[in-house]
């Protein structure tokens, strides 16, 4: 917690230094008098000249204190000069900077609302921006908006720690109409799944989405926002799932079907229930949808144990030995490292495996964000000159060093995850391949379980258009093929 908060105060420390170097080589002439300097910033801000509103702030910043009336004022310009030139991390730094000063109340609700934008619409430093002041700041009467975001994120930041009602407490602050309240709502439900009271879980997310679909209360502003109601209609999903209900599951995956194109973990759990319900074909349609090269990044070992019980029952078994073993040639680099006895943080594909996990992403996310914004940076050297340069850098290159060293701590962990999942994937094709040779000395009879659907119509009939698989994906059909293969069982 100590090595946090120091590294925390140095990154902002950065972001309220002015450098000491002299003059830049801009192609425009920086002010001499501060009063004109400041002028200039705000002016050339105004008419969409950021770097040159970048410089002329940096210098009145120069030799500034705290105690400048206009100190804050400066920073922001630096702030919005920086989110124009998408360097979205410097941006958090600046308004950090002014929003923890509190030096002028005027611009309080301003960085707050940033920090809010910059929060929810990208890579960012979490544990910085929010672990470290917006949870835990008292900023006092905020316009309804910002103070559900504030409540929100301090409840969700006290129910980590552990302290659920001090969560609830904070969480019941949130403005009903607020975007915030339906968030909060989402979150007290999850917790009773942790708990286990999944009816009551169903219930609050049915509840939410019925809330969501309220004329009246959409009426007062209090609008679902959209990745919520998929999460909800998601989260209904997987309960109904686990109580062998899928037909009742695929309702709900339906309805944000829309979104299978961009999420290959949809495909996968909408796979899954078409198999439990008896959609063969269905699935395995699914299950080849995650060979497209844009879900390339996709870890799920469990599609390819998918593919073969799909052909298993079925009674294709050579495709579902094919199937099988297609596991251990797709991941043979980790399987290679896992058996090398080296350790797990040295191994490549387990690194990158384990940065596409979900503990671990957003921060990977957030260093490759920094790192593109910092070569941006450098890109832009004889524009920023040698002050802005200088400054910028060093707010890059610590925040590099301690969002790196948060990413090593978290792949110490995710490894070892990854390899787990992998060694459980390649015993599970194990057994299947075993119950493979021994079903087909047995003769062709299905294994136990549902009853095999009819599969859907193919024919190129009235409204529909067939394409036979040449090997290419389409992003718009990918949760619409169908694999057409011969049930071979007798049963």
């Known amino acids: 917690m100590t090595r946090r908060v120091t590294s925390r105060a140095a990154l902002v420390a950065?972001?309220?230094?002015?450098?000491?170097?002299?003059?830049?080589?801009?192609?425009?002439?920086?002010a001499t008098d501060r009063d004109a300097l400041y002028n200039q910033s705000v002016d050339a801000l105004g008419s969409g000249e950021p770097v040159l509103a970048m410089r002329a702030a940096n210098r009145y910043l120069k030799g500034a204190t705290v105690d400048d009336a206009r100190y804050d004022r400066a920073l922001r310009v630096i702030a919005r000069g920086a989110e124009t030139l998408g360097l979205r991390?410097?941006?958090?730094?600046?308004?950090?900077?002014?929003?923890?000063?509190?030096?002028?109340?005027?611009?309080?609700?301003?960085?707050?609302?940033?920090i809010a934008?910059?929060?929810?619409?990208?890579?960012?430093?979490?544990?910085?921006?929010?672990?470290?002041?917006?949870?835990?700041?008292?900023?006092?009467?905020?316009?309804?908006?910002?103070?559900?975001?504030?409540?929100?994120?301090?409840?969700?930041?006290?129910?980590?720690?552990?302290?659920?009602?001090?969560?609830?407490?904070?969480?019941?602050?949130?403005?009903?109409?607020?975007?915030?309240?339906?968030?909060?709502?989402?979150?007290?439900?999850?917790?009773?799944?942790?708990a286990g009271a999944l009816a009551d879980a169903q219930a609050a997310f049915e509840g939410l989405l019925a809330d969501g679909d309220d004329p009246e209360k959409q009426a007062l502003g209090a609008r679902l926002p959209d990745d919520l109601r998929v999460d909800l209609h998601?989260?209904?999903?997987?309960?109904?799932?686990?109580?062998?209900?899928?037909?009742?599951?695929?309702?709900?995956?339906?309805?944000i079907r829309d979104r299978a194109k961009d999420d290959p973990g949809l495909l996968l759990e909408m796979a899954w229930a078409h198999y439990h319900r008896g959609a063969t074909v269905r699935a395995l349609g699914l299950v080849l949808a995650l060979d497209a090269p844009e879900f390339s990044d996709l870890i799920a070992p469990e599609r390819y144990l998918l593919a073969a019980l799909c052909f298993r029952r079925l009674c294709?078994?050579?495709?579902?030995?094919?199937?099988?073993?297609?596991?251990?040639?797709?991941?043979?680099?980790?399987?290679?490292?896992?058996?090398?006895?080296?350790?797990?943080?040295?191994?490549?594909?387990?690194?990158?495996?384990?940065?596409?996990?979900?503990?671990?992403?957003?921060?990977?996310?957030?260093?490759?964000?920094?790192?593109?914004?910092?070569?941006?940076?450098?890109?832009l050297a004889d524009e920023l000159g040698p002050d802005l340069l200088a400054y910028l850098a060093g707010v890059y290159d610590r925040g590099l060093e301690e969002v790196g060293r948060r990413e090593e701590e978290a792949l110490r962990v995710a490894v070892v995850k990854v390899g787990?999942?992998?060694?459980?994937?390649?015993?599970?094709?194990?057994?299947?391949?075993?119950?493979?040779?021994?079903?087909?000395?047995?003769?062709?009879?299905?294994?136990?379980?549902?009853?095999?659907?009819?599969?859907?119509?193919?024919?190129?009939?009235?409204?529909?258009?067939?394409?036979?698989?040449?090997?290419?994906?389409?992003?718009?059909?990918?949760?619409?093929?169908?694999?057409v293969a011969e049930d071979r069982c007798i049963d």
């Open 14 to 30: 950065v972001a309220l230094s002015v450098v000491t170097a002299a003059g830049g080589c801009g192609t425009a002439e920086l």
């Open 89 to 114: 991390y410097a941006a958090s730094i600046a308004w950090l900077g002014i929003a923890e000063g509190r030096r002028d109340p005027e611009l309080v609700p301003d960085a707050v609302a940033a």
């Open 117 to 194: 934008r910059l929060v929810t619409t990208g890579p960012h430093d979490d544990r910085l921006l929010v672990g470290g002041f917006v949870a835990a700041a008292d900023l006092g009467q905020l316009p309804p908006d910002l103070a559900g975001f504030v409540a929100y994120e301090a409840g969700l930041d006290l129910l980590r720690r552990g302290y659920g009602e001090w969560a609830a407490t904070r969480f019941s602050t949130i403005p009903a109409a607020s975007p915030w309240a339906y968030r909060a709502r989402y979150v007290q439900a999850t917790v009773l799944v942790a």
């Open 234 to 255: 998601r989260s209904i999903a997987r309960l109904l799932f686990e109580a062998k209900r899928y037909d009742e599951a695929l309702v709900h995956y339906d309805a």
């Open 316 to 379: 294709q078994f050579e495709p579902a030995r094919a199937a099988a073993v297609r596991l251990e040639s797709e991941y043979a680099d980790a399987y290679r490292d896992l058996a090398s006895g080296r350790p797990l943080t040295a191994s490549q594909p387990l690194r990158d495996a384990a940065r596409r996990l979900r503990e671990v992403r957003p921060t990977a996310e957030l260093l490759a964000s920094m790192k593109a914004e910092r070569a941006r940076v450098a890109g």
């Open 420 to 483: 787990n999942q992998l060694l459980s994937a390649r015993e599970g094709v194990r057994l299947t391949t075993h119950e493979l040779g021994v079903a087909l000395l047995r003769g062709r009879h299905r294994p136990a379980g549902p009853r095999e659907l009819p599969p859907p119509e193919t024919s190129a009939r009235g409204d529909h258009v067939v394409f036979h698989d040449t090997g290419e994906f389409w992003t718009d059909e990918l949760d619409d093929l169908i694999v």
